[in-house]
């Protein structure tokens, strides 16, 4: 067994692709941690906003919370059209596409890769903080925790989605049950007490106001918060995940990933102001995060506490998958309409976008590097990806169902009415929340996303203009015809070689196949500066090699000759000398086919690669840059094997002259 494939698993064939596909079951650990890891830290992204006007703000967290679930059951109804509607692949870049253009598209699809790139900082950075909450130990190694879960995480989707799914689904729902359970306790604690509820392990006393609770500290919050509603998409995102019928496992899997999220939202949020909770400062010593305080207050540090601790743990730092999962689909189809290199379209070996699944493990394990991982120095870019995603589906689904409506009969135009309804209202609410984000959150760090977003929608164009370049250029009309000579003339053919050889035979014969004008190049004076130059007598040796190993059994057979020729190369470069005679040729000759053959061994070991110079590739890679358009390079290889031991006696004892 290779390494790869210990690593990775066995190559999956196209056949098995259907068999791959998940359910609800699977589909909530794969596309639902992002959605249910930030009920952990939506309301304490409010929290950190409102500590500053004290007790004061933390009387106000339970109202935000209550407009944030407004705004996501609005999102649920629209992306339950919107599955309904494109049950093979319901993207915000593909509806607005579609209904809004080829612009609108693109820039749903930047927003959603910055959206889904951040999600991946955010999720690991949130999960380690929990991670350090519980043991403070290990707040110094902060950062080299992050990057050790996101190369666990990448190692894990790109053996493929549904054993990403299976494998997350023994935290996913040990995080639901054990923190369901908890939230339960505690609000039966508070509404058996009189008053507010004596909690087991006070939470540390609450700073001292420092501001006014003002409507702008409220929107604020309200912005900070939104980031508990990431994650909703990724459900239709990703509808080519599902197994046949789609749209039924896609609708479960929203509702389940939705309902236990609201419901998350609404008990974490209430039992934190009835237990006074308010959001510490993660980069201070003995940091706590908001569910850690919770947890303790509630059932105190016993082993429900850190059941429940190391489930967040596992939760936030795994939600990073729902991105794994959604963002190399995306790119896979960005990539198909010549809007991303070309690689990212293609399935690896598991039937995942490995390109995709890579790029999103280099991009945010830069970000996490950047930031230090700290959730806090990363909630202010967070929100603006994804809300504007949001926005640009909703609208063009309002603009989908607006075009149902004027072309279908009337009988089902009052269905239609009510879905351009509920996208128009979702693509109004998201492009308020937006709005509001974008004003809130713009001087802590949403201006840089207000970079990104258009610098990489700028990519995306850079790259389309790339390949339609290219296009121009191979698909002219008239120039993909088969031009038909009467009397085609052979091309002209070079073999650069080190030495006479097996190789250089091999390659010689195959040129003498192509064409009767051979000419094979030996190129001296390659020695470094310790070495002497190569003298007369090497090149008379291998002249009189030359002679005896192809002369003479050519001419003996009437064949044409190829003829051998040693060039000088004071500065020891194989490719101006081979340059050189490639122009000679042009000149003599112009518009004459030139093909280089290149003779190249191939090692029977992965670990004989370092014992070779591998200049033949090299050359060859130089040659296609400059040798021009009339010319072709043609590698020969020899495969070195390691021989039987019969091979090996063999070689090294002549065999006997027969007898008479």
Known sequence: MSFLKFLLGRPVANREAEGRKIGVVAGVPAMGLDGLGSASYGPEAALAVLAVAGTAGLEHLTPIIWVILAL????????????????????????ARENLGEKSGLLAAAALMVDYLLNVAVGISAGVGALTSALPVLHPYTLPLCLGILAVITLVNLRGT?????????????????????????????????????PVVPPPPHPQGQEALTLWLLLRAFASGCTAMTGVEAVSNSMSAFREPRVKYAHGTLAAI?????????????????????????????????????????????????????????????????????????????????YLPRPFAVPGRRLVYSVGVLFLTVGAGGLLILFGGITDRLIPLFAVGAVMSFTLSQAGMAAHWWRAGKDGEAGSRGGTRLKLAINGTGALFTAAALLVILVAKFTEGAWLTA???????????????????????????????????????????????????????KAVEVARQLSPEVTVLHVTELAGPDEEAPDEAQS?????EWRDAVEQPLQRAGAPLPRLRLLSSPFRSVLAPLLREVEAVQRRSPGRAIVVVLPELVEGHWWARVMHEHRERRLRAQLLRHGGAGLTVLSVPWQLVPPAPAEAMAEEEPAPEPAG
């Open 162 to 198: 549904r054993e990403a799914g299976l494998a997350l689904s023994v935290p996913t729902y040990l995080f639901i049950a054990s923190l369901a359970a908890v939230l339960v306790w505690g609000l039966f604690k508070m509404m058996g007490a009189e008053g507010p509820p004596q």
């Open 72 to 95: 996501l059951a609005v999102l649920f109804l629209s992306y339950w059209q919107t599955i309904a509607a494109y049950p093979n692949n319901g993207s915000s870049y593909l509806v």
């Open 258 to 338: 939705v309902a236990v999220l609201g419901l998350l939202l609404l008990g974490i949020a209430h039992l934190a102001q009835g237990y006074g909770i308010m959001a510490m400062d993660q980069t201070a010593e003995g940091y706590q995060s908001v569910l850690s305080q919770l947890v303790a207050a509630v059932a105190g540090r016993n082993w429900l506490y850190y059941l429940t601790i190391s489930s967040v743990l596992a939760v936030l730092c795994l939600s990073a998958n729902t991105s794994f999962v959604g963002f190399p689909r995306l790119c896979h189809l960005v990539a198909q309409d010549g």
């Open 540 to 544: 008379k040796a291998l002249r009189e």
């Open 451 to 505: 970079i990104i977003i258009p610098a990489a929608l700028l990519l995306l164009v850079t790259v389309r203009h790339y390949y339609d370049g290219v296009d121009r250029q191979v698909l002219r009309g008239a120039e993909r015809r088969i031009a038909v000579r009467s009397d085609p003339t052979p091309p002209a053919v070079l073999v650069p070689i080190a030495r006479w050889d097996r190789l250089s035979r």
